[in-house]
């Protein structure tokens, strides 16, 4: 089945001539792969650029310059050898062959142009980029994409009774970026309501097997709604004639529906329906209500809207709710970075690879300073303060004016929190060894 095992750029933009390793690890199937770097840097041009070659090898375009390469390299070595060995006493024959050659040699030379053009990031995939393999993986169903951009936004589709699916396989396959076929989480209240009426019916008919089945989803739907919302005792109520479903909060009672969430709760939700939907549209392919596709799924800024709390929560999420996914998101935020094992997090400004592994046990202070490139894991005001402090303690002699404000400054200080004082105390410290091995100079 079809996942990522290399990334080679070409030419994308300001982004040129580097590679991202996704070898599997550990005798997994694949690697996740967090994209980090400031502003300005590339993570949504590198996104979109592998989406857009998704797209395009699932549509049996490949980059295939080898072939290209070798003729060009071949005739630049006929062209080498008529001239040294050409026996040739015409002049007009040997321009002309030499004129062919060169044809051929500028032909081969714009084939490898415009196929860098088309195709600025390579894909390397699991099943050795059989151009076949990849396409009929996604038209068949064994395989699902979906690529969010960060300006996201969950549009629940009306329902007026239990309806198929009006989505085919062409909804799991790459698209072009900005098709609207990209978007399914709308359908995720009418796959509620179907699944709603299929148990039903098979309640009426006996098959006390496919209730039991349906029974798991529901509850398995409920869970993940309870997590991504904050409320694991959440509850889910059918409304049999609005054709709707009511979300009843365990805390207090509030009751609220897909339509009314939050720009936070809705992210959260349409980054989970548009999977849950696409493996929905699988099974019903496959014939297979059980049947878990295997794919990839793009995601930009990842924790947009998102709390902390959530951010943290959400990618681990995501990879337990569907861990035949591969993920590939961008983020700014520690609480993403070394979220879950298996992921391969590469920073643009840098261009270093890590794995998320070894990043695991850090504190989100010193991937801030160490990974992201913050100053300090304290506020710029905070910061402010120390630096006047080590100021006004390095200066010998102080006056009575400047003494009590240093005084006053690190008691201000060391009153925040208990490790702002042990800060307070290593910097004065610190400055006072400066400040003793200056005198012993002079």
């Not at 014939?287 to 709390?307: C, K, R, V």
């Amino acid at each position: 089945m079809p996942y990522l095992t290399k990334l080679h750029i070409d030419q994308l933009r300001h982004l040129s001539n580097f590679d991202i390793d996704l070898s599997p690890h550990a005798n997994r199937q694949f690697s996740h792969l967090v994209i980090t770097g400031p502003n300005g840097s590339g993570k949504t041009t590198l996104l979109n650029g592998i989406a857009k070659e998704c797209t395009l090898n699932a549509r049996k375009q490949f980059k295939n310059n080898d072939a290209f390469k070798a003729a060009l390299e071949q005739e630049i070595k006929n062209r080498q050898s008529l001239l040294q060995s050409s026996s040739t006493n015409r002049i007009a024959d040997l321009e002309n062959q030499l004129y062919s050659i060169d044809s051929r040699i500028e032909h081969y030379r714009k084939q490898i142009l415009n196929q860098n053009q088309e195709h600025p990031v390579q894909l390397q995939w699991s099943t050795g980029g059989g151009q076949h393999s990849i396409n009929q993986a996604f038209s068949s169903g064994n395989s699902v994409f979906f690529h969010a951009p960060a300006q996201r936004q969950l549009g629940i589709n009306s329902v007026t009774g239990p309806q198929r699916l009006a989505l085919t396989t062409e909804a799991l396959t790459p698209q072009v970026q900005g098709d609207t076929r990209n978007a399914v989480a709308g359908y995720i209240l009418q796959l509620l309501v179907n699944k709603k009426t299929e148990r039903t019916f098979a309640s009426e008919d006996g098959e006390s097997e496919t209730v039991r089945r349906i029974d798991d989803w529901f509850e398995s739907a409920r869970q993940a709604f309870g997590i991504l919302l904050d409320d694991p005792g959440l509850k889910l109520v059918f409304d049999r004639v609005k054709w709707d479903y009511t979300l009843v909060r365990s805390k207090d009672g509030r009751e609220f529906n897909l339509h009314g969430l939050s720009h936070g709760h809705a992210s959260a939700i349409q980054l989970f329906s548009e999977l849950l939907v696409r493996f929905e549209v699988s099974r019903q392919a496959k014939g297979d209500p059980s049947f878990n596709p295997q794919g990839i799924a793009i995601i930009d800024e990842l924790e947009t809207h998102l709390h902390l709390r959530l951010q943290e929560a959400m990618l681990p999420f995501l990879t337990r709710a569907f861990p035949t996914i591969q993920f590939i998101v961008a983020t700014h935020s520690p609480a993403v970075v070394a979220s879950v094992p298996n992921a391969v997090v590469f920073d643009l400004e840098t261009q270093k690879a890590d794995r998320s592994d070894a990043l695991q046990g850090i504190r989100y202070g010193d991937l801030a300073t160490g990974h992201f490139g913050v100053q300090s894991d304290y506020d710029i005001a905070t910061r402010g303060k120390l630096e006047d402090l080590e100021r006004l303690f390095s200066k010998n002699p102080r006056t009575k004016e400047e003494e009590a404000q240093m005084r006053a400054l690190a008691g201000v200080l060391a009153a925040k929190s208990h490790s702002l004082a042990l800060d307070v105390l290593l910097r004065l410290k610190v400055a006072e060894v400066h400040a003793s091995a200056a005198e012993a100079q002079e």
